[in-house]
């Protein structure tokens, strides 16, 4: 073994100094983040000088501010300036704001849940955050009311003929009528599954890509028949509970889901919200 002429410590030793774990020890070890300062060639045993405390504190320093070992072991490896340290620490600070209002914000949806529960008596219906991919869909376009959904769909089903083989989903998207307070500018479609060619008898159809949506809530609930679904009123509201603002000029969405075992019917109300 060389002889450091200072104080070395066997791996056991320097574990119990630093009160980090052995197995921990080893593993920086391995990724190099903390080697020892020798291994005896005969024994295998691994051995720390005492001035290496220093650097354990700090990477056990770095670890508590959040930084992750390849970050660690570019700031203790690399030679840096110090504008380029600052960099590093500013980004880490702009990194635990954004996570300090995430984790705010679930905070709030907790308490929302919770006084929720204790209003009405029952678990309210799950909101999911969700980024929705660009879609291609068939279409056309329709102002009525939400009752008229039904029939707007037998339309559809008309134009389309035999192309509907080529569909996947049926797709609603809405906004309100400039025109009736009653009704609304509706798109009524199809997700397409693969390209098809729009049928010669009807002039109503049009195929587009909807644009993908980077923030979208999204409620589901099952369609009951005969009974008016208060999906969107039920996810508007809370949206304005928890203070998000919907996007303006941006078209909700209603997507059909029909059970791959057959039976019931469920509808995903999709709203473009921006945060506060």
């Known amino acids: 073994m060389t002889d450091w002429g ?43 000088a005492a001035e290496q405390l220093v650097t354990l504190n700090r990477i056990l320093m770095y670890k508590d501010l959040g930084f992750t070992l390849q970050q660690i072991q570019q700031l203790l490896h690399e030679e840096m300036s110090l504008e380029q340290l600052q960099g590093i620490f500013r980004q880490k600070e702009r990194e635990m704001e954004q996570l300090l209002e995430e984790e705010q914000a679930r905070l709030n949806r907790i308490k929302e849940r919770l006084l929720w529960i204790e209003q009405k008596g029952y678990v309210e219906q799950e909101v999911v955050f969700k980024r929705v991919e660009a879609q291609k869909v068939v279409s056309f376009r329709a102002e009525g009311t939400v009752e008229e959904i039904p029939m707007f769909f037998d339309r559809l089903a008309h134009y389309a003929g035999k192309q509907q083989r080529g569909m996947l989903s049926p797709i609603v998207l809405w906004k309100e009528s400039e025109r009736d307070e009653t009704a609304f500018e509706m798109e009524i479609g199809y997700v ?16 587009r890509m909807l644009p993908e949506e980077p923030m979208m809530a999204t409620l589901v609930q099952r369609v009951e028949p005969f009974v ?15 203070q998000y603002r919907i996007k303006k000029d941006q078209p909700g969405r209603e997507n059909y889901l029909q059970s791959p075992h057959g039976g019931d019917t469920y509808v995903e109300v999709q709203i473009p919200i921006e945060s506060p």
């Open 192 to 207: 397409l599954k693969q390209d098809i060619p729009l049928p010669s008898a009807s002039d109503m159809l049009e195929i």
């Open 228 to 242: 008016p679904s208060t999906a969107c009123i039920d996810l508007a509201r809370w949206i304005e509970r928890n």
């Open 6 to 48: 200072f104080s070395m410590f066997k791996i056991s030793e320097f574990s119990r100094l630093s009160r980090v774990s052995l197995k921990t020890l080893r593993f920086y070890d391995q990724i190099s983040i903390l080697k020892p300062a020798d291994i005896d060639k005969e024994t295998g045993y691994r051995f720390y």
